[in-house]
């Protein structure tokens, strides 16, 4: 047994779900279905979910919610009559927003939560309905009835072991499932969603509970290129990497797969193949256990913006017990995690996701570091990029990081930050924003031209 994960591209239009049909109906194997919220038809288009989060602010602040609903509306309403089903459907994915927006907002983020996910629940009632009326037995699938459980607020939502015990019933059914990616329930009922691009976590949940021969995510590219098919030029394309490669690539920048959508997949020891819904017979990019990595030591290159650096220093801050966790205190106290924390005798610099900062936290962050700490200096930078280079074959390579600054050097940019991660498959350069595009193609051209990856 298969689960095929269709992500947003796959079930922008009509068009989109017609060929989505055509590889269900390719192979009876794939017997799970997940799917999307419909996402962009075109570059300037707007993703489904984007729209509900608009709808969700303007009925939160109490405004009218005439328009955001009538453009979600219309979307749905687009693909309905394209694809020939009648207006029962309709019918209920309306009636099903209106339901939703009528419900309690005391609890801002869970409201929003539930708006979001209609995105994704109407999808795949859509879509069963369309695979219906075209002979493929399919049924849709609601994640609290099939048991996906997750935690509740504060923490991130994330699924509950017992989760995958209920799901693995889903194994026993005769249809085709039809699965909403993207939100799971509390054990109360509360819905919620996971982070943006979660309906991959969905899918290798499922994957890993019903132990499916191959968990397949099909997008809108027809593998997993060594670097971002929008920076470099016709990258190569990575036949194979492992969960880890692809764990490191996909934290900073490979939009392609969620990263924890990883985990759940690689405890179970399903393999993943990232596939294309436009080109279905495009063998596409395995991610497996373990790889030959001699041919090629570098597998990818991944950037993401949107970091900041704490920057303290402080003299024989090296002989103070305790200055690390005091510090990290400080951040925890305002809600932020961290991402790495180079060092050196007298200074640290911890680097976070931007998002989590706002000028108030700033504030009180550097306030509370000069006063409890003591501290000479502190400050905070934003607009940082990380770059990271991936491979399993790096660790046994001589030379490599000299490779890389020397790209960095040619380039004449400066390095702030270089961590060569613990992982052992990957090395993390971080550099000002604004000289993310320079680098990633100066450190393709070093490690890719002329070269093929296997
Ligand atoms: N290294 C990479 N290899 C392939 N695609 C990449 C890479 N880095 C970024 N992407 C982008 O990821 C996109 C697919 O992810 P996403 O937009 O989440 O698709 P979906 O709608 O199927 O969920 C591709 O269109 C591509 O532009
Ligand atoms: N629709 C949600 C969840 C998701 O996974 O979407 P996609 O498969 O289009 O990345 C989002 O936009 O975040």
Redesign the pocket.
């Known amino acids: 047994m298969k689960v095929s994960k ?5 079930v ?1 239009s009509a068009q989109q779900i017609k060929k989505v049909a055509a590889i269900i109906k390719a192979e009876p194997a794939r017997k799970i279905i997940v799917v ?1 919220a419909p ?2 038809r075109f570059v300037e288009d707007v993703k489904v979910t984007d729209l509900l989060i608009n709808l969700s602010a303007a009925a939160l602040r109490d405004e009218s919610t005439k328009e955001p609903l009538a453009q979600v509306v219309a979307r749905y309403s687009e693909i309905t009559d394209e694809l020939g089903l009648d207006n029962t459907i309709k019918h209920v994915i309306e009636t099903d927003l209106l339901n939703r927006l009528q419900a309690d907002k005391s609890s801002p983020p869970l409201f929003a939560d539930s708006i979001k996910a209609s995105g994704e629940d109407n999808s795949a009632k859509l879509i069963a309905a369309y695979l219906t009326s075209i002979g493929l037995p399919a049924e849709y699938v609601n994640p609290f009835d099939a048991g996906l459980f997750v935690n509740d607020l504060p923490e991130r939502a994330q699924a509950l072991p017992e989760a995958y015990e209920r799901l693995a019933t889903l194994q026993h059914k005769q249809t085709i499932t039809v699965f909403p990616g993207f939100f799971g329930y509390t054990r109360n009922g509360t819905l919620r969603t996971f982070e943006r ?1 979660g ?2 976590i969905t899918g290798s949940i499922l994957a890993a509970a019903v132990k499916a021969e191959l968990y397949e ?5 027809d ?9 470099v030029n016709n ?1 190569v394309e ?1 036949e194979q990497m492992t969960y880890r490669e692809m764990r490191e ?1 996909s934290y900073a ?6 990263d924890e959508a990883l985990m759940p997949v690689f405890k179970a020891a399903v393999p993943l193949c ?1 596939r294309n ?1 436009n080109n279905p017979s495009a063998p596409g990019t395995m991610i497996v256990a373990e790889r030959d990595h001699s041919l090629h030591p570098v597998t ?1 290159i ?1 950037a993401d913006s949107g970091f900041s650096t704490l920057y303290v220093s402080k003299y024989l801050m090296n002989r103070e017990i305790g200055f690390g966790r005091k510090l990290l205190q400080i951040l925890e106290d305002e809600a932020i995690s961290y991402e790495h924390i180079p060092s050196g005798i007298d200074n640290l610099s911890v680097i976070l996701r931007s998002h989590q900062l706002t000028t108030d936290k700033e504030q009180r962050i550097i306030d509370r570091v000069k006063s409890e700490l003591n501290a000479d200096d502190v400050h905070i930078r934003s607009d940082f990029s990380m770059i990271v280079l991936v491979g399993e074959g790096m660790n046994n390579q001589k030379g490599l990081t000299a490779r890389a600054a020397n790209a960095f050097a040619r380039t004449g940019v400066n390095i702030e930050m270089i961590n060569q991660g613990s992982s052992e498959v990957s090395l993390v350069f971080g550099i000002l924003k604004a000289d993310e595009q320079k680098i990633v193609n100066e450190l393709y051209k070093e490690f890719f031209e002329p070269a093929l990856v296997h």
């Open positions: 269709f992500g947003g591209t796959s922008a999307s996402g962009k691009g309906s991959d995510n099909f997008t809108d590219v593998c997993v290129f060594a670097a971002n098919p929008r920076v990258p990575i690539l920048g490979f939009a392609v797969l969620h990232i819904t990818g991944s």
